[in-house]
Each structure stands twice: as structure tokens, then as C-alpha cells.
């Protein structure tokens, strides 16, 4: 008994001379027609859950989400919340009550490391990169960079 090639087809080949132009283009039409579609439904499963999760959270039933960096003083290399680890120099995003948490933690590691090397806590804080912004015809705003407070 003979094997089976696995990539033998069972189906005889393809003529494409049995085919009229025009079929063929019907064919194609017909193709790309199911593809968009299959493309919309995609874009509406999308944006369906895009829309409920913004529901939920504008009702209170889902908690809005933001991103924390891990912040840590020298000793520390993760905090460890709800058995799930957050290592340090990363960016989480993360529940707003957990990233409140998260920040106590990190602001706790440092006040422990100025307790520790007898410093004032203030000697670890450094600069924000605060910059003073126009806004409007005589106001101004302070805005601060997005990057880790310490190395």
C-alpha cells in the first residue's frame, strides 16, 4: 500500500480555462465583498467594546485605568501587591485606586532610604522638569516631564 503524500489534495487541479472572464470577476467582486465585511465586524466588536468599557466607567461599575512608573529606592527591585510584582523602572498600567497604592509605596521606600542614610527626605527628590507654560491671553500653567523622578 502506498502513503499518502500529506500535501496531496484529494480535489483535481484547478482549470482556470472552465472559468469565464467575467465569472472570475464576479468571483473576485464577491471575494472582496466578504473580506470588507468581515472587516467592518471587526471594527464594530472594536469599537463596541470600546464604547462599554467607557460606559462602565463613566457609571461607576469599572474603575478608570492610568500608568504608573516604578519609582523605588536603591534596596527595593519590585513591589509585590496581590501576589502580582511590579518591577522597578516599568510602566503599568494600572487601576486608579491600585496606582494610588503603588505611588504610597514607592514614596514609603524613599522616606525609609533618607531614615536610613540620615539625609533629610527632601535630599531625594529631584526635579520634575517643571516648566512654566503660557495659557490664554495672561495666564500660565505649570506642567511637569513624564520620565522616572530617579535613576
Known amino acids: ?34 473580506v470588507d465585511e468581515e472587516r467592518r465586524e471587526a471594527a464594530r466588536k472594536s469599537l463596541k467594546e470600546k464604547l462599554r468599557k467607557e460606559a462602565r466607567q463613566k457609571q461607576g461599575l469599572a474603575e478608570a485605568q492610568e500608568s504608573v512608573t516604578i519609582d523605588l529606592a536603591p534596596y527595593a527591585d ?10 522597578q523602572g516599568m510602566t503599568y498600567t494600572v487601576p486608579t485606586s491600585r496606582a494610588a ?13 533618607s531614615i ?23 495666564g500660565a500653567a ?3 516631564s513624564s520620565s522616572l523622578l530617579r535613576a
Not at 502513503?3 to 482549470?15: G, H, I, M, V
Not at 519590585?78 to 518591577?87: E, S
Not at 497604592?101 to 532610604?113: F, K
Open 116 to 138: 536610613i542614610d540620615g539625609k533629610s527626605e527632601n535630599f531625594y527628590r529631584k526635579s520634575r522638569g517643571a516648566r512654566v507654560i503660557p495659557v490664554g491671553e495672561n
Open 78 to 87: 519590585r513591589l509585590l501587591i496581590d501576589n502580582v510584582a511590579y518591577l
Open 1 to 34: 500500500m502506498a502513503k499518502k503524500s500529506l500535501f496531496a489534495s484529494d480535489q483535481p487541479p484547478l482549470d482556470a480555462e472552465l472559468l469565464t472572464e467575467t465569472e472570475v470577476q464576479e468571483l473576485s467582486a464577491e471575494v472582496q465583498a466578504e
Open 101 to 113: 497604592v503603588l505611588r504610597e509605596q514607592m514614596q514609603r521606600t524613599w522616606g525609609h532610604q
Open 142 to 144: 505649570v506642567t511637569t
